[in-house]
């Protein structure tokens, strides 16, 4: 374990009853090529690295490796399980090809709730978020039936809290109106400006709002002003887009993923940066 004296940045904030660091860790990198099978690092360093400097928040699935994340996770709980927590996602899971083939009916929901219990080897989930629609995005629809599904394995004790991925404005208020969430998971970023209005609802609601790719979707353009700011300020594009985030909305958890320790100090290091009100505004242009 760590011993650096390393600082996260952001702060806390409270999912349910659960505190977490604004600045949490993506584990989807920990499977090998692709999200596909074990890892080079096969002792989880970064994961180890990122508890010990004191990340509370992981986001995780069992569909990544199948279950290569979790058992790695797994190994890490023992170091700090009272202050550890673990959120993941169902409704796709993998097939042989690598692809992410959807999983939302109700058989398919239990099991990988039941999966993710098991290679976690928890008897309750933190926070299990539904992923809607697919890879290009959300899609329209109503997500009555899949997220009833998961309130009666909440009222089971399975689940502690639930949230959405990958969902739009209107499924968000559908499933508010059938339980509550804590959270909503979603590509969003400096040039991707799509949920802003969203994301001040729910910040008014008390609701955690979690983009998984900071610089997911960049063209050339977005990238080449976004280097002004960064040369500016002798950083990096990824440090500088982090920093964006945190300082969007006090209710952006960040949940970068990486497989290397250094880079995971380097991303910490770097979303605490602090943007002057310039370099927010050039920033801002760019999703405009």
Same mark, same amino acid.
């Given at each position: 374990?760590?011993?650096?004296?390393?600082?996260?940045?952001?702060?806390? @904030?409270?999912?349910?009853?659960?505190?977490?660091?604004?600045?949490?860790?993506?584990?989807?990198?920990?499977?090998?090529? @692709?999200?596909?099978?074990?890892?080079?690092?096969?002792?989880?360093?970064?994961?180890?690295?990122?508890?010990?400097?004191?990340?509370?928040?992981?986001?995780?699935?069992?569909?990544?490796?199948?279950?290569?994340?979790?058992?790695?996770?797994?190994?890490?709980?023992?170091?700090?399980?009272?202050?550890?927590?673990?959120?993941?996602?169902?409704?796709?899971?993998?097939?042989?090809?690598?692809?992410?083939?959807?999983?939302?009916?109700?058989?398919?929901?239990?099991?990988?709730?039941?999966?993710?219990?098991?290679?976690?080897?928890?008897?309750?989930?933190?926070?299990?978020?539904?992923?809607?629609?697919?890879?290009?995005?959300?899609?329209?629809?109503?997500?009555?039936?899949?997220?009833?599904?998961?309130?009666?394995?909440?009222?089971?004790?399975?689940?502690?809290?639930?949230?959405?991925?990958?969902?739009?404005?209107?499924?968000?208020?559908?499933?508010? +109106?059938?339980?509550?969430?804590?959270?909503?998971?979603?590509?969003?970023?400096?040039?991707?400006?799509?949920? #802003?209005?969203?994301?001040?609802?729910?910040?008014?609601?008390?609701? $955690?709002?979690?983009?998984?790719?900071?610089?997911?979707?960049?063209?050339?353009?977005?990238?080449?002003?976004?280097?002004?700011? $960064?040369?500016?300020?002798?950083?990096?594009?990824?440090?500088?887009?982090?920093? @964006?985030?945190?300082?969007? +909305?006090?209710?952006?958890?960040?949940?970068?993923?990486?497989?290397?320790?250094?880079?995971?100090?380097?991303?910490?290091?770097?979303?605490?940066?602090?943007? +002057?009100?310039?370099?927010?505004?050039?920033? #801002? #242009?760019?999703?405009?």
């Amino acid at each position: 374990m760590s011993t650096s004296s390393l600082s996260l940045p952001g702060g806390t @904030w409270t999912l349910g009853e659960l505190t977490v660091t604004r600045f949490g860790y993506g584990a989807m990198q920990l499977a090998g090529p @692709w999200v596909m099978g074990p890892p080079t690092d096969r002792e989880g360093a970064v994961l180890r690295e990122a508890v010990g400097l004191g990340i509370t928040h992981i986001d995780t699935s069992d569909a990544y490796g199948p279950r290569v994340t979790n058992e790695l996770i797994r190994e890490a709980l023992h170091l700090c399980r009272e202050s550890l927590h673990i959120v993941t996602k169902v409704g796709a899971t993998r097939d042989e090809q690598g692809g992410r083939p959807t999983a939302r009916r109700p058989e398919d929901l239990r099991r990988q709730v039941h999966d993710n219990l098991k290679s976690l080897r928890l008897d309750e989930l933190d926070l299990v978020n539904l992923r809607l629609g697919n890879a290009e995005g959300p899609q329209p629809g109503s997500l009555a039936e899949a997220f009833e599904t998961l309130v009666e394995l909440q009222q089971q004790g399975l689940i502690r809290h639930l949230g959405v991925s990958n969902a739009s404005e209107e499924q968000v208020t559908e499933a508010q +109106s059938i339980a509550p969430i804590v959270c909503v998971q979603n590509m969003y970023n400096v040039a991707h400006r799509h949920d #802003d209005k969203l994301i001040d609802r729910l910040a008014t609601e008390g609701v $955690a709002y979690v983009p998984p790719f900071p610089l997911g979707g960049f063209t050339p353009l977005h990238s080449s002003a976004l280097s002004a700011v $960064a040369a500016r300020l002798k950083a990096t594009q990824i440090s500088v887009a982090l920093a @964006w985030q945190l300082q969007r +909305s006090p209710n952006i958890l960040l949940i970068p993923g990486t497989s290397s320790t250094a880079h995971l100090r380097e991303n910490i290091a770097g979303a605490g940066l602090s943007l +002057s009100h310039e370099d927010l505004t050039e920033l #801002d #242009d760019i999703g405009r």
